[in-house]
């Protein structure tokens, strides 16, 4: 690759309208319920019960069943809408290309928006629920796109870099949301469904960019066969004095051997084994991720402090603190992944996150005192550093560098249901878990993550640069 592949301004507003267009989405959505649950399934019960004057204690006890999930920070139904969205994902970046999906999906997160931003004027918790199932296709369809479209508009050298900035748009708009969401912001009775609609922001951004910005070169040549529309990508992208020659005899290698190659469906990824292995890496590197423990801290995290004995008007400037310390080693990662590579990194994460989940259910079960409290913030806090290490972004770029044109949408579609199939099952199992056994619930992590080390030691390849 030519070393005058640099990164120019063309490329910087191309990765900004990705990023926060599409992985702002994400990590919005994600955070924006945690500081005003409470109010929000407030605002389910009072809703219901203006309708129905009587009620039995069964419907009661199977509505608040439904609303906790619906207000939860990792709703099942916005679970649901990213498995749906994530399935779509691949099928569209292989008809459409990776810019059109980008571009009509905000209208789906508009219609979110307006339909959780009026939800409390109509007095309609449906329109809440449906607008976090509509922004959860909305995030699926993003994180199965944005990260491809990240890492083929980057230069090879600063590919993981540019892969990793997906994650600290996630992490970046995660903590935005936990700061609009304090009690004295956004968080309040009556002005949490502003806080909700402000995810429209991000569509209106996109929408008002990606005019400008390019399809991918590498589908425009090696999918759709035009090579002067993909030498102009190339040129918008990496200036106009970059010589593009060596960058589009890679390209063009790869489209002259793929051309007798039948596109992959998804039932080849699972039965042709030279495409079965690195899928199986695929969906392992998505489970490391999602069942590692992190949605524990992130979704519940108010809960977690108060356990640790935090009081309650401190729980969500902690939970701001994680977020800071998201976005600060995101930021860390960024500067280390095309050194390091992406295994060791890997590696180094889940390790880490193993070591603090046993430190933390010890603290969790020892007597409650003032230093004990706050001192489990500390295994907390590293878990989440841990965490952006490596299994935050690693797991959502590599898929895309494991396979050639042919097979990636598929893949990146199998990973990315995995991917939020895990959000599913952590979001619906860990609330029961944890009132069964309490601060022993981490153990369970640890095992797992146990278990995703050693596989990632003896079954991922390093990527780096190839």
Known sequence: ?????????????????????????????????????????QFFNLTYITRVETISRQQKNLMSHAFQHASSPTPLVTAVGG????????????????KKPMLYNNFTAILAALLMGFSKLAGSFEMLIIGRFIIGINSGIN???APMYLTEIAPVKYRGVFGTLGQLGVVTSMLLSQVLGLR?????????PLLLALTGVFAVYQLAVIPFCPESPRFLLVKMNKEDEAREALQWLRGSHYNSKEEMNQMSSE?????DEQKTTIKELFTVSHLRQPLIIAIVMQLSQQLSGINAVFYYSTQLFLAAG???EYTGLTTVGVGIVNVIMTIVSLSLIEHAG????????????????????????LQRTVVISWLTLVPILLFVAFFQTGPGSIPWFITAELFNQSARPAAVSIAGLVNWLGNFTIGLAYPSINAEIGGYTFIIFAVLLAIFWIFTYFRVPETKGK
């Open 255 to 259: 489209h002259e051997a793929g051309k």
């Open 83 to 98: 498995m749906i969205g994530s399935l779509c994902a691949g099928f569209a970046a292989d008809r459409y290309g990776l």
């Open 310 to 312: 935090i009081p309650q």
């Open 143 to 145: 994180m199965g796109i």
């Open 1 to 41: 690759m030519s070393d005058n592949a640099g990164v120019t301004k063309s490329l910087l507003l191309a990765t900004s309208m990705a990023v926060v267009g599409s992985t702002f989405q994400f990590g919005y959505n994600t955070g924006v319920i945690n500081a005003p649950q409470k109010t929000i399934e």
């Open 342 to 365: 992406r295994r060791i990194l890997h590696l180094i994460g889940l390790g880490g996150m193993c070591v603090c989940s046993i430190l933390l259910v010890v603290l969790l079960n």
């Open 184 to 192: 004295w912001l956004l968080g309040t009775s009556t002005l949490w």
